[in-house]
């Protein structure tokens, strides 16, 4: 199961430690986004903390470490999920009802060929659009940033004042 870390503006990055935790059970891969603008995508744990060393404590972070479902083991499957024309980042943690297509992720499925569509006809704000995506998640944990500010679903886990999909890294 992928593991997902919000962390929020002005809280300070988990220890190493923490992330390397988070890395060696989740092994498939690593993404992250800012508030900022910053992204980066890889396989390397190492090439991620120096891509992540650039960050500020001030933005809105998310990370995601891959344990793989649907596609192939490869930085392309990696989330956060990007959108330009809507400036939005998704990231996902569980499985989705989705068959997995063209080597893409359940997640990204969702993202590019449900979630968006229905961005297009209901506001981002729209009690539509967030009734709708509780139901399309089913137990699978969604996060969301737009415009540089997060929106978390599902249950979450505060730890070290941060947010974490799931605490399975722990064990």
Not at 43 to 63: N, P
Not at 88 to 106: E, K, M, Q
Not at 109 to 137: A, C, G, K, Q, T
């Amino acid at each position: 199961m992928c593991c997902i870390l919000h962390k929020p503006a002005g809280v300070a990055m988990p220890s190493i430690h923490i992330l390397e935790q988070m890395f060696l059970h989740n092994h498939d891969g690593i993404g992250f986004c800012t508030s900022s603008g910053q992204s980066w995508h890889g396989m390397s744990f190492y090439k991620f903390l120096a891509e992540l060393g650039k960050t500020d404590d001030k933005d809105e972070i998310i990370i995601h470490m891959r344990w793989a479902t649907h596609g192939s083991v490869s930085a392309k499957n990696c989330h956060p999920f990007y959108d330009e024309k809507h400036d939005i980042w998704f990231a996902h943690n569980g499985v989705l009802p989705i068959r997995s297509t063209h080597d893409r992720t359940d997640s990204e499925i969702f993202f590019r060929e449900h979630f968006l569509p229905m961005l297009e006809s209901h506001p981002y704000n729209s009690r539509v659009l967030w009734d709708w995506v509780n139901v399309e998640r089913g137990m699978s944990r969604f996060i969301f940033m737009h415009k540089g500010k997060v929106k978390r679903l599902g249950a979450w886990y505060p730890f070290a004042g941060c947010y974490f999909s799931n605490m399975h890294w722990q064990f």
